[in-house]
């Protein structure tokens, strides 16, 4: 398989590094096919996206049709063999707006179906970041309509695959609680993956033990502290800032906020029964990853993360999405 480049940051491109097991999933199911949408979901940066592209790189190499497309990325990709699909689509682009993202994003599954009516027996869709452009309540409906080319497709296929991903806690749980998807955990890189990431990125940079305590394995945020170089400091405030961490902390009870600071050592204690209104918040805000529980392999779409290790932050059943997440609510709660 042909590996793809990335841009990693501005002037920085890179080759995709590992995710083998991820990579194998995607082979089993061009094999086997999926009989439900498998919906994918981990921390922010951790490579969901790098991770489809180079599946719909291989896809494509497999003989398979396929749509990969991105809303908030504004992004696609249509390597199908049916033109009309691809003017539909880029018609519906013409204008470029956020809204025609959103339409495109709809016409996805009717596109796909398209294809499968036109006789195409091996197509794939890759939804990246739909939930978030079409609005998190609609992320369960969504999902069913890509299970109904599943279940449902206008023509015979041979094998049909249907991929979501999103960072976003909240879709998850939406999506949970019907039988028309898989949840399948991606975590940060492996700390073997990230270092072949690492050594992709020009210096000057802290040596690979450093990079990894700080990251954790999170390639976004290797990018993003190569271009504060390597300044931990602004990107704790920069979080800080974007997710209003001071308003989160000032609104706590005392108990709560005890809570919280043993949260920093050890997440784990947000899973009690005082400590899930919390944990709640905490997921929306996107600085923790709940549902991390059990490492089962076919849970995940790589490798989980470790059983706990504390320094990065992650616990057995719930997790830091970064150690500069839990560095960011530390010092919120050092605010005074
Ligand atoms: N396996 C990989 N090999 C090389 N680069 C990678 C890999 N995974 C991610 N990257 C790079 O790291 C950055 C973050 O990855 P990516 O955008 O795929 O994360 P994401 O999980 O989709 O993030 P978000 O939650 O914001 O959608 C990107 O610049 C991407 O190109
Ligand atoms: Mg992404």
Not at 18 to 46: F, T
Not at 73 to 95: H, P, Q, S, Y
Not at 195 to 211: H, I, N, R, S, T
Not at 311 to 329: N, R, Y
């Amino acid at each position: 398989m042909e590996k793809i480049k990335l841009r990693l940051t501005r002037g920085i491109y890179v080759e995709f590094a590992d995710r083998e097991q991820a990579l194998k999933r995607i082979e089993y199911w061009a094999n086997h096919g999926m009989s439900v949408v498998h919906v994918i979901y981990g921390p922010e940066g951790c490579g969901k996206t790098a991770w489809l592209k180079q599946s719909a790189e291989l896809l494509r190499e497999l003989g398979f049709e396929v749509i990969y497309m991105n809303p908030i990325e504004k992004e696609f990709m249509a390597e199908v063999g049916i033109e009309d699909v691809k003017k539909r689509l880029l018609e519906i682009l013409r204008e470029a707006t956020s809204e025609s993202w959103v339409k495109a994003a709809w016409a996805l599954i009717d596109l796909t179906r398209e294809l499968i009516k036109a006789g195409r027996r091996r197509t794939a869709v890759l939804a990246d970041d739909v939930f978030q452009a079409i609005g998190l309540d609609k992320a369960a409906i969504y999902v069913k309509g890509l299970l109904g080319i599943l279940e449902y497709p206008p023509g015979d296929y041979d094998v049909a695959i249907t991929i979501a991903a999103t960072s976003e806690g909240i879709s998850k749980r939406e999506i949970g609680r019907h039988r028309w998807a898989y949840l399948d955990a991606m975590w940060n890189m492996t700390k073997e993956g990230f270092k072949q990431l690492y050594e992709q990125l020009p210096g000057p940079k802290p040596d690979f033990d450093g990079a990894w305590r700080l990251t954790g394995g999170n390639p976004k945020l290797l990018a993003q502290l190569h271009e504060v170089h390597w300044d931990t400091n602004e990107l704790i405030n920069e979080l800080i800032r974007g997710r209003g961490l001071i308003n989160l902390v000032r609104s706590l009870s005392d108990d709560e906020r005890e809570l919280l600071t043993k949260a920093v050592e050890d997440p784990d204690v947000l899973m009690s029964r005082d400590g899930i209104p919390l944990l709640n918040r905490l997921i929306e805000l996107n600085l923790i990853v709940d549902n991390i529980y059990p490492r089962d392999k076919n849970l995940w779409i790589d490798q989980p993360p470790p059983e706990r290790d504390p320094e990065l932050g992650i616990g057995k059943f719930v997790a830091w999405q970064t150690p500069i997440h839990k560095e960011a609510v530390r010092k919120a709660l050092t605010s005074d």
